[in-house]
């Protein structure tokens, strides 16, 4: 076919406008959340004394992180769809989490505890964050990366990691309603390392499929 | 050269908007720029020149399937170069060839740059033999006997939203069956 004819056809088809990447990410995300809300009730459910942790501001706290993390990781995959965006400008979106998290963890240092600081950190239910959040997190990862490949991102792995934040944050909110540990030392660490394993799977499949 | 590229930013927002001229227009004026440069990446990876034509044609595809991701807002220029930089590196490195190309290739080709040599582009056609009939059908009375939808519509005996649903349906697969070659 010729350059030319190429063209014409193209013209052609200018009637069919495509919906915005932002849409189809959304509608892919409201997609997967039933399945990981299932697997989530399924296997831990929310723990028994929510409503007296509510009050307790740590507990809160890390809804903010999470919520935070997921929101900004939403913001930046949908910048980075575009081709000609760089991370450039946009990359201390993330830096707002992390920056709730070091608040917090100043925090509670300064206010006396009755536990010592690694008891604190290390918790009761490491390995469980470490298995629920990547697991809850995988069916979104999955419809984020659909959502993206709508999009025409010029540097798919980076793209596809944002992709593991931004899943990894939406889990890990559901997560922190289960989880008893409420430090922000825990959540330093244990959902850092699941967030960072999820976003590793993320780069993967993103170098992969959200090649345009 | 800014000149050029605020008037490609206009006919883009008039194609956004339901411009069909427009469109084609801008089509055609930015084909001979992705095409100095395709042959500009392909020099200096070693290769063939003559060789552009093919990856001109997949820049044009992906230009036409991602133009949702274009804010209106912004110049159309960085948004096309982008693209075209993704497609000619992908060309290359299925050429077996690793090469930077620079993002000033596309913004610095002067359009009179004498038009040289260059092979018919094969891989569209060949892909398109592997469509399903209606889509190839419908693909070629537009582009090569340059029939309208309601011509088209009218020769295969479908509704003209048949036809552009054909139309679409078979760029996007030609263009993912590129991608996977």
Request: hydrophobic fraction near 50%; charged fraction near 20%.
């Amino acid at each position: 076919m010729e350059t030319d004819q190429l063209i014409r056809t193209l013209a052609a088809d200018n009637t069919h406008q495509a919906r915005p990447v932002g849409v189809v990410l959304a509608l892919a995300l409201l997609a997967a959340a039933p399945v990981s809300l299932a697997i989530f009730f399924a296997g831990l459910g929310v723990r028994p004394d929510v409503m007296t942790a509510m009050h307790n501001p740590f507990f809160d706290l890390k809804f903010a992180v999470t919520l935070a993390l997921a929101i900004s990781a939403i913001t930046l995959s949908l910048h980075l769809s575009r081709p000609e965006a760089s991370l450039r400008g946009w990359a201390w979106l993330l830096l707002i989490p992390a920056g709730l998290l070091v608040g917090g963890i100043a925090t509670e240092m300064m206010l006396p505890q009755r536990l010592p600081m690694m008891t604190r950190m290390v918790g009761s239910n490491s390995r469980v964050c470490l298995t629920a959040i990547p697991l809850i997190s995988l069916p979104l990862l999955a419809a984020a990366l659909l959502g993206l490949r709508h999009g025409a991102p010029s540097r798919p792995a980076v793209t596809g990691a944002i992709a593991g934040l931004l899943s990894a944050g939406l889990a890990a909110t559901l997560y922190a309603s289960h989880c008893t540990d409420d430090s922000p030392l825990f959540v330093a660490a244990w959902y850092t390392l699941a967030a960072a394993l999820v976003t590793a799977i993320g780069a993967l499949a993103g170098s992969r499929v959200l090649r345009f | 050269m800014r000149e050029r590229e605020d008037e490609w930013t206009g006919l883009m927002r008039s194609a956004i908007s339901g411009d069909d001229a427009a469109y084609h227009r801008l089509l055609k004026a930015v084909t001979p720029v992705l095409r100095a440069a395709a042959r500009r990446g392909l020099a200096r990876a070693g290769q063939p020149v003559d060789q552009s034509e093919d990856i001109v044609q997949d820049i044009l595809l992906a230009v036409h399937l991602k133009r949702h991701t274009w804010d209106a807002n912004a110049p159309f220029a960085p948004w096309l170069f982008a693209i075209a930089r993704n497609k000619l590196i992908d060309a290359l490195r299925r050429r077996g060839r690793r090469v930077f190309v620079n993002i000033d290739d596309f913004a610095e080709v002067i359009p009179s740059e004498p038009a040289a040599e260059t092979a018919p582009a094969s891989e569209i056609a060949a892909q398109l033999q592997t469509l399903p009939a209606r889509q190839r059908e419908v693909l070629q009375s537009i582009a090569v006997e340059a029939a309208s939808i309601k011509d088209t519509a009218a020769k295969f005996a479908m509704s003209e939203g048949a036809v552009r649903v054909a139309l679409h349906r078979g760029l996007a697969s030609l263009t993912a069956k590129l991608r996977e070659q």
